[in-house]
Nanobody
């Protein structure tokens, strides 16, 4: 079992930045990727970005088109923590943001992630 805890959400104005954190209780051999998803009211949960979690200092990341060039994933292996830096936020970025772990390489589907955090709310006003 792996527990994930997100933090860093809040209410900001368009153009502002936020950094979300996700702390994992432990890493396992199947913790290949850490992904970020978001879910707005009345919408399905959608992929935001992901970063490889295993291995040494080299890592890979991948982003959805809607956030590419504005959002960046990073990690601190020593603290079992991944981050989502969100810049130039837009009202359409408003959602609950979730982190999740996967045993697959940078997947985008929610079904390929096994453990999920409880989510953190991000609200962006015009």
């Amino acid at each position: 079992q792996v527990q994930l805890v997100e933090s860093g959400g809040g209410s900001v104005q368009a153009g502002d930045s936020l950094r979300l954190s996700c702390v994992a209780s432990r890493r396992t051999s199947s913790s290949v990727t850490m992904g970020w998803f978001r879910q707005a009211p009345g919408k399905e949960r959608e992929f935001v970005g992901a970063i490889t979690w295993s291995g040494g200092s080299t890592y890979y990341s991948y982003y959805s088109d809607s956030v590419k060039s504005r959002f960046t994933c990073s990690r601190d292996n020593a603290k079992n923590t991944v981050f989502l830096q969100m810049n130039r936020l837009k009202p359409e970025d408003t959602a609950v943001y979730y982190c999740a772990t996967s045993s697959f390489w940078l997947p985008k589907s929610t079904g390929e992630y096994g453990y999920w955090g409880q989510g953190t709310q991000v609200t962006v006003s015009p």
